[in-house]
């Protein structure tokens, strides 16, 4: 996004300049040199009055002061004379400024110089007469992110003047945890990606620098605006900091409503100036969160984006917020986990139900295993939850169908790898401690996919695996050939009796 493409009555680099030589001879050879321009800038001088110089009480003074070439005839019969303009002009920056500001209607015949796109060299206006000349940046496209360069300054004979930086820098990044193995208020480094379980609040961090050149404005003001995707909701919980110090809430406002078509809710500083601390090259910290919701969630890749932008004063005598930074995205992963219940064939086995846990760390370091969720599916037999991120977990059969011995827990890790996208997705079967099992001694396969490929095809984000039930083990069943070798057993004790019986009997007689 640009900003507004015709800027010359309000983009202005005020350098207030008074070139005196010392005699006729050297009336024409003095030069403005302009270092540190900011690159692919244009700065035009324009020669506000004429005059001598002249020595008056031991002070530098220029008489006979005249309206130069660089102001319209317009401009002189609307502002008076000369030399009484000059003489009320506050010897000031902001006298400097206000002047700067009363002739930017009325300016002509400028010299124009551009700044080098990159590593822009000094810039140098030869064969100046002595008097006071304006230096006005007129660049009609300012990059996003720049404002118009401010320098007010009062010079003798050949001067050199550095220009003022207007750029503002914006940042916005998101904060990652693994909360298996980092306690509640441990996180990541700031950068562009995370992941994070649905129902976690996902933390976001603002920077505003101030340009160099913001003493140079009256007024200042800003607004911070953030555009959040469906499966994020935004916490309203806004914090404002100068270094560690915390900007009253009073200072700005938070607005939800009234707002930019899509925009979720902007920041708006209305009067930066009247902020304790802020100043040249200031940063603002801004932090506030976002819950993860299971309502038009985004699973696997692209992700769910955040996208904020600062709109700010880029003109140093109006003030007008004309000004707008490149857009700052970041990108919040989440997954889904399915569990297809098999038998030993691989054919689907219903009558299975399933909770899965997650280890969590907590505050004093010590780990817990916590129940995201418990499903039944007696009709079914795929088992599907929704919104895990990294970290380790694992499942348990809490209902194991009829005739079938239940599974031993099975432990898992999940680890990705994001950078703007979603690049790797590794999941592996572990032991009770976190180690990753031998592939002889696993009994579970994962497998992730990171993009949905075509319609109908799984869904982005989902890892999968088969828990396999093996049948118990077949136990004799009545009428059958255990009844007929009790039977043949029983017989043979019948005719053990019988002989026994009568070999008594015989031993009687």
């Known amino acids: 996004m640009k900003m507004m493409k015709k800027l010359f009555a309000i983009a202005l680099v005020a350098a207030m300049v008074m070139a005196l030589c010392v005699n006729a001879a050297a009336a024409n050879d003095k030069h403005i040199t302009l270092t540190n321009p900011s690159a692919g800038h244009t700065y035009t ?3 506000v009055f004429t005059g001598s110089f002249q020595v008056v009480d031991g002070k530098d003074t220029l008489g006979d002061i005249a309206w130069g070439s660089g102001v319209t005839d317009t401009g002189k019969t609307t502002l008076g004379t000369a030399a009484d303009v000059a003489k009320g002009i506050d010897n000031t920056e902001a006298g400097a400024r206000a002047f700067a500001d009363s002739l930017n ?3 002509t015949n400028g010299v124009e110089k551009s700044a080098a796109a990159e590593s822009p060299a000094a810039l140098t206006w030869d064969g100046l ?20 360069d401010l320098v007010v300054v009062q010079v003798l004979d050949n001067v050199e003047i550095a220009a003022k930086s207007g750029t503002v820098i914006f940042d916005k990044q ?18 562009n990606t995370s992941d994070y379980d649905v129902g976690d609040d996902v933390p976001y961090q603002v920077t505003i620098t101030l340009p160099a050149n913001f003493s140079s404005y009256e007024t ?12 994020l909701s935004f916490n309203n919980d806004v914090m404002v900091k100068i270094g560690d110090t915390v900007v009253d809430s009073s200072k700005y406002a938070v607005k939800t409503t009234g707002i930019g078509t899509g925009e979720t809710f902007n920041i708006v500083f209305g009067d930066v100036k009247s902020i304790d601390g802020a100043g040249d090259n200031v940063t603002f910290t801004i932090t506030y969160s976002a819950k993860l919701t299971g309502d038009n969630v985004v699973y696997g890749n692209p992700g769910n984006k955040n996208e904020a932008w600062l709109t700010y004063s880029n003109n140093p005598v109006t003030g007008q917020e004309g000004g707008v930074t490149p857009h700052k995205t970041t990108v919040t992963f989440t997954y889904k986990f399915e569990v297809d219940k098999v038998d030993a064939s691989s054919n689907p086995l219903p009558g299975a139900e399933f909770a899965l846990e ?8 010590k780990t817990e295993w916590a129940t995201l969720a418990l499903i039944k599916n007696d009709a079914g037999t795929v088992f599907t939850f929704d919104g895990l991120d ?14 079938y011995n239940s599974i031993d827990p099975i432990y898992f890790s999940v680890v990705a790898t994001h950078s703007d996208s979603l690049t790797e997705l590794v999941v592996k079967q572990t032991n009770e401690a976190g180690t990753v099992l031998d592939t002889d001694k696993a009994t579970a396969t994962f497998s992730a996919i990171l993009t949905k490929t075509a319609e109908g095809a799984n ?10 039930n093996q049948q118990g083990a077949e136990l004799p069943s009545t009428g059958g050939i255990g009844t007929k070798i009790f039977y043949g057993v029983g017989a043979v004790l019948v005719i053990g009796a019988g002989v026994v019986l009568m070999g008594r009997k015989r031993a009687a007689d």
Do not use: C, F, H
């Open 459 to 468: 869904d982005a984000g989902l890892i999968q695996t088969n828990v396999v």
């Open 390 to 403: 990294d970290g380790q977990y694992r499942i348990t059969e809490t209902v194991t169908p009829a005739g």
């Open 358 to 365: 997650k280890q969590v760390m907590k505050e004093d370091g």
């Open 45 to 47: 001088l324009y020669q």
């Open 174 to 191: 998101v904060a990652d945890r693994n909360d298996s193995t980092m306690k509640p208020t441990v996180y990541d480094a700031w950068g």
């Open 105 to 107: 209607a009325y300016l």
């Open 129 to 148: 007469s002595e008097g006071y000349y304006i230096i006005k940046d007129t660049t009609t496209n300012l990059p996003e992110g720049d404002t118009a």
């Open 220 to 231: 200042y003001t800003m607004t911070v605006k953030d555009k959040m995707d469906a499966g």
